[in-house]
């Protein structure tokens, strides 16, 4: 039996979608580019390492300079993303970790080990729910 369309509720899963997938291709994204610069980013320190990472102390050139800061920069706005979601009236703490829950599971079905670098989640729900 066919439902009805709604214009409201159709735009809300048009933007959940959207955001599960900003979730999935940066998490994506981080987990390849630490992989290849042979960074954990299992824990908030390895996390917090990259992040305070400055390239004039790395002196690091080149391709390698590069990957480090998109892996920092997707990073920050991963983490800016969630702040902002957890914070919002409209998305708040539990939709920000169903969010990022789904994401999480869909980068596992295509593939990417649950701890893969940068994938954990921990560290973000302990933000959301602190």
């Known amino acids: ?7 409201r509720r ?3 899963a048009r933007q959940l979608e959207r955001m599960v997938c900003y979730f ?4 994506a994204r981080i987990a390849l580019l630490a992989r290849s610069l042979g960074l954990p980013l299992r824990s908030p320190s390895e996390v917090d ?4 990472d400055d390239a004039a102390d790395n002196r ?6 590069v990957m480090r800061d998109e892996l920092r920069a997707l990073l920050l706005m991963r983490y800016q993303a969630i702040t902002q979601m957890a914070h919002s009236t409209q998305v708040g703490p539990p939709a920000t970790r169903d969010i990022l829950l789904i994401a999480s ?3 596992q079905q295509r593939g990417f080990a649950h ?3 940068g994938l ?9 729910e602190g």
Not at 49 to 52: E, F, K, S
């Open 60 to 65: 690091a050139v080149g391709p390698q300079a």
């Open 120 to 128: 954990s989640l921990q560290a973000h729900f302990d933000d959301i």
């Open 24 to 27: 999935e291709s940066t998490g």
């Open 1 to 7: 039996m066919p439902t009805e369309s709604n214009p």
């Open 10 to 12: 159709d735009a809300a």
């Open 49 to 52: 390492a990259v992040l305070q």
């Open 115 to 117: 701890d893969a670098p």
């Open 105 to 107: 599971h869909r980068l």
